[in-house]
């Protein structure tokens, strides 16, 4: 059985029992002292068995203080302290929230608009929708949304509810000066994310040689690189050298408005070619999609990504052990009271 204390450095009381021994010693000898002749003669001649052991209660109380230190160290038996390994890669999600996404559509019966169809397929994505989709569970995912700006919202994690609920929270730029889109920078913060993120473990494992077998990027947009610090093909070098896949998923039309009646485009609509050569170049691939409702079979294809092996922590349980100490010392304390408080009364 593997057990541990949850308070090791408690045991460091346990220092008090010789100062109690030595302290119940000199108060016994001085009581000794005070006896009267007669009684000092009774001692002398061997006294009764009460006399003898007048010394009983303070065993007693000691393994009963003795008990109390260890119940309050907490012993617990570990239960399910161990590690699996689980296929799994580094996924970073990287949505477009520039102000072309804020271009109204249908989605599944529903009037929206583009990122709030796109925050719904991408939330199945991660969690599974009892369907084509399966969910990641495992996996290692971040998200990154841009618009004239790359941030990040959530860095690499397995722990995919807070990831979703911070996915859900995403609108919209609302500000002119942050509606651009700037897909080059956005690259280059996933792929420092997952360069990162594959340096943290290999320190946590010890394996200089470690490297994740599958790192990707999987990036939604409905425009062209109008802003930011890199171009989508510097992004594409960077990805290529650390061994990075980048997948693009391209929603055409670009934003629209109403005009008299008439629907007229008035921002840039992706470019295939481009794109397909920047996903091409690091080996992952580019989609075209011309309608929102065509992105779960794009994201299911997504889905069957490569895997890799990484090493996760089960959940560790524990089983108190601490209440036998606690009864015993309970029981200890109430009989040393006890016994001092009558039989041995006039002798300790």
Same mark, same amino acid.
């Given at each position: 059985?593997?057990?541990?204390?949850?308070?090791?450095?408690?045991?460091?009381?346990?220092?008090?029992?010789?100062?109690?021994?030595?302290?119940?010693?000199?108060?016994?000898?001085?009581?000794?002292?005070?006896?009267?002749?007669?009684?000092?003669?009774?001692?002398?001649?061997?006294?009764?068995?009460? /006399?003898?052991?007048?010394?009983?209660?303070?065993?007693?109380?000691?393994?009963?203080?003795?008990?109390?230190?260890?119940?309050?160290?907490?012993?617990?038996?570990?239960?399910?302290?161990?590690?699996?390994? $689980?296929?799994?890669?580094?996924?970073?999600?990287?949505?477009?929230?520039? @102000?072309?996404?804020?271009?109204?559509? &249908?989605?599944?019966?529903?009037?929206?608009?583009?990122?709030?169809?796109?925050?719904?397929?991408?939330?199945?994505?991660?969690?599974?929708?009892? &369907?084509?989709?399966?969910?990641?569970?495992?996996?290692?995912?971040?998200?990154?949304?841009?618009?004239?700006?790359?941030?990040?919202?959530?860095?690499?994690?397995?722990?995919?509810?807070?990831?979703?609920?911070?996915?859900?929270?995403?609108?919209?730029?609302?500000?002119? $000066?942050?509606?651009? /889109?700037?897909?080059?920078?956005?690259?280059?913060?996933?792929?420092?994310?997952?360069?990162?993120?594959?340096?943290?473990?290999?320190?946590?494992?010890?394996?200089?040689?470690?490297?994740?077998?599958?790192?990707?990027?999987?990036?939604?947009?409905?425009?062209?690189?109008?802003?930011?610090?890199?171009?989508?093909?510097?992004?594409?070098?960077?990805?290529?050298?650390?061994?990075? &896949?980048?997948?693009?998923?391209?929603?055409?039309? @670009?934003?629209?408005?109403?005009?008299?009646?008439?629907?007229?485009?008035?921002?840039?609509?992706?470019?295939?070619?481009?794109?397909?050569?920047?996903?091409?170049?690091?080996?992952?691939?580019?989609?075209?999609?011309?309608?929102?409702?065509?992105?779960?079979?794009?994201?299911?294809?997504?889905?069957?990504?490569?895997?890799?092996?990484?090493?996760?922590?089960?959940?560790?349980?524990?089983?108190?052990?601490?209440?036998?100490?606690?009864?015993?010392?309970?029981?200890?304390?109430?009989?040393?009271?006890?016994?001092?408080?009558?039989?041995?009364?006039?002798?300790?």
């Amino acid at each position: 059985m593997d057990w541990q204390l949850a308070y090791p450095a408690v045991l460091v009381c346990l220092i008090m029992l010789p100062l109690y021994w030595i302290v119940a010693w000199i108060r016994d000898r001085r009581r000794s002292a005070s006896i009267s002749p007669v009684a000092s003669r009774v001692l002398a001649a061997g006294g009764s068995l009460r /006399t003898r052991t007048r010394w009983l209660p303070v065993l007693i109380k000691s393994l009963a203080i003795g008990a109390m230190i260890v119940a309050l160290a907490r012993p617990q038996e570990v239960i399910g302290n161990s590690t699996s390994e $689980r296929d799994a890669i580094a996924l970073e999600l990287v949505v477009d929230r520039s @102000g072309s996404m804020d271009d109204a559509v &249908k989605f599944k019966g529903v009037r929206t608009n583009r990122l709030e169809a796109v925050k719904s397929v991408v939330e199945s994505f991660v969690l599974g929708d009892g &369907k084509s989709l399966k969910g990641r569970e495992g996996d290692l995912l971040g998200l990154i949304v841009f618009g004239t700006y790359a941030d990040t919202l959530m860095p690499l994690t397995q722990s995919h509810l807070p990831l979703v609920e911070a996915l859900r929270k995403v609108q919209v730029a609302d500000d002119n $000066r942050e509606k651009a /889109t700037s897909i080059g920078d956005a690259i280059i913060l996933a792929c420092a994310r997952l360069k990162a993120s594959e340096d943290a473990i290999k320190n946590e494992t010890d394996d200089p040689d470690f490297t994740l077998k599958s790192k990707a990027i999987v990036l939604l947009t409905d425009g062209e690189n109008s802003a930011g610090q890199y171009t989508p093909a510097q992004g594409a070098q960077l990805a290529a050298d650390w061994g990075i &896949k980048v997948y693009i998923i391209g929603i055409q039309g @670009g934003a629209t408005q109403v005009f008299g009646g008439m629907r007229i485009n008035i921002g840039q609509e992706v470019n295939d070619q481009r794109m397909s050569e920047v996903a091409e170049y690091t080996g992952g691939k580019y989609w075209g999609v011309q309608e929102v409702a065509d992105l779960e079979d794009v994201y299911a294809q997504i889905d069957e990504l490569e895997r890799t092996t990484i090493t996760v922590n089960d959940t560790t349980t524990y089983r108190e052990l601490y209440p036998p100490f606690a009864i015993a010392s309970l029981i200890g304390l109430s009989a040393a009271y006890l016994l001092g408080a009558s039989v041995y009364r006039s002798v300790v």
